[in-house]
């Protein structure tokens, strides 16, 4: 074994500034290197500060700064690591100790005690007719789970890499990575530009279909959304299905939202991946999927965040659905994500909120697809849910059912009234059903492009 002690710079268009102080062993009979690090970097933090990252980092192109770049895989592998697993999918999950999580990186959370489970339990359902109803139960699983499992005290966390074809891009520079692009409000409508056509986009670049529900101060939302694998047309495209709570400024709102999603510019790949999101302005400064910036608090060793679902749903085959469900503690007003009625993730701290930190104004369920190409033509061919257009009778299409909320009573009841909406209805539709079922439905989404989409 040869050893080095190493001090490693890189500098990219001055959108990374980083110092890695390196000791590392060198196995020559295998070509690896193993290395610890402390990391000088503003990337990573609001100001350049030292961190001991608990977790895996990847930086696109490190290799070529490194001098032993034969060796060097682009991975610094770090202390707090207790246990790595290696996916037949390809990820890699880190099982790093829970209390020096990424969390913690955040100002707002210098101080922060980890709440390890939620104070308050909800455990009773009430339907649309009135009648109660115990929560039911869905298998949930993730891919890594058949190569290993994180030990108690830990959280799973997948190594996350900036993609190489992203990484040039401005809107997709590293101070920006896992941040949905900014929602501009202003221009929030287009013109095709082969019609007098006149598209109203809720905000630019994004192409919603969700059921809306408002007027009461919301303590929670759930909903079980059949999982998909929907095409998704350029790497900096995506395609979510989620529930979603909001509060504040139409121009400034803060929201929180989970569910699946398909996004190669966060997560390299085209797989359908659990994810968690929050903002507190609207994606202008704030926020990010997962565990990609500090925030939300991970207390689960048993689902990793960014990881893909298994199974989903086909077209020819079984349909397959996740159950989320995000409340609010009564307690220590922190937001919580369940999952599949018993996995509770985690949950976004009351410290990153304003409006937040007391209700949610809205909720919503549904698709989101991101992409420079909606609200214009050619338009995006990225799909909405399965990518069929709503389909109740054969549910072959994005879908969302047992739809609740949580208001002061603390009971899961279905909303006293929604509405259901969608920004291209020719793209992506919606059809909202509540008659002549046990309870009612909502299917959406699309193909995008297609003869009545140019």
Request: aromatic share 14%.
């Amino acid at each position: 074994m040869v050893k080095y002690n190493i001090t490693w710079k890189l500098e990219v268009e001055g959108e990374i500034r980083i110092v890695v102080r390196l000791e590392a062993e060198e196995d020559p009979s295998d070509y690896r290197v193993s290395i610890s690090a402390v990391i000088i970097s503003p990337f990573f933090a609001n100001s350049a500060s030292h961190h001991r990252f608990p977790h895996s980092v990847y930086l696109p192109n490190a290799h070529a700064f490194f001098p032993f770049s034969k060796f060097f895989s682009s991975r610094l592998v770090v202390n707090a690591t207790v246990r790595t697993i290696q996916s037949e999918d390809g990820d890699v999950i880190d099982c790093i100790d829970m209390y020096k999580q990424p969390a913690f990186d955040h100002p707002a959370l210098k101080d922060h005690q980890i709440q390890l489970k939620p104070s308050y339990d909800v455990k009773m359902e009430i339907t649309s007719d009135g009648e109660k109803q115990d929560s039911a139960t869905t298998t949930t699983t993730q891919k890594w789970h058949k190569s290993g499992t994180c030990p108690k005290g830990t959280i799973p966390v997948r190594r996350n890499t900036i993609p190489k074809n992203l990484a040039s891009k401005r809107q997709h520079s590293t101070s920006n990575y896992g941040r949905k692009p900014p929602m501009h409000l202003q221009s929030h409508y287009d013109k095709k530009s082969n019609e007098n056509e006149t598209v109203y986009l809720q905000l630019k670049n994004h192409s919603l279909a969700f059921l809306h529900t408002e007027g009461f101060a919301y303590l929670g939302a759930k909903g079980d959304i059949q999982v998909w694998n929907p095409l998704v047309e350029s790497d900096d495209e995506y395609s979510t299905s989620h529930v979603a709570l909001k509060s504040g400024p139409y121009y400034n709102f803060e929201a929180i939202e989970s569910g699946w999603a398909v996004n190669p510019g966060v997560y390299g790949d085209r797989q359908t991946r659990l994810f968690v999101y929050w903002t507190g302005d609207a994606s202008k400064e704030t926020g990010c999927f997962d565990l990609t910036c500090p925030g939300f608090v991970q207390t689960s060793n048993e689902l990793a965040l960014g990881a893909a679902i298994y199974p989903i749903s086909n077209l020819s085959g079984l349909p397959y659905q996740i159950t989320i469900f995000i409340h609010r503690d009564p307690n220590t007003s922190n937001w919580w994500v369940q999952y599949g009625e018993r996995i509770n993730i985690g949950y976004w701290p009351s410290d990153l909120f304003g409006w937040l930190r007391s209700h949610a104004e809205t909720v919503q369920w549904g698709g989101e697809v991101y992409s420079t190409r909606v609200g214009t033509h050619p338009h995006t061919a990225t799909d909405m849910g399965s990518g069929q257009f709503p389909d109740w009778v054969s549910g072959m299409s994005g879908s969302v059912k047992r739809i609740r909320v949580l208001e002061n009573n603390m009971i899961l009841r279905f909303p006293q009234w929604v509405f259901s909406f969608t920004d291209e209805y020719d793209c992506y539709s919606t059809y909202y059903i509540s008659d002549y079922v046990p309870d009612p439905q909502f299917f959406y989404g699309g193909p995008g492009q297609n003869p009545r989409c140019p």
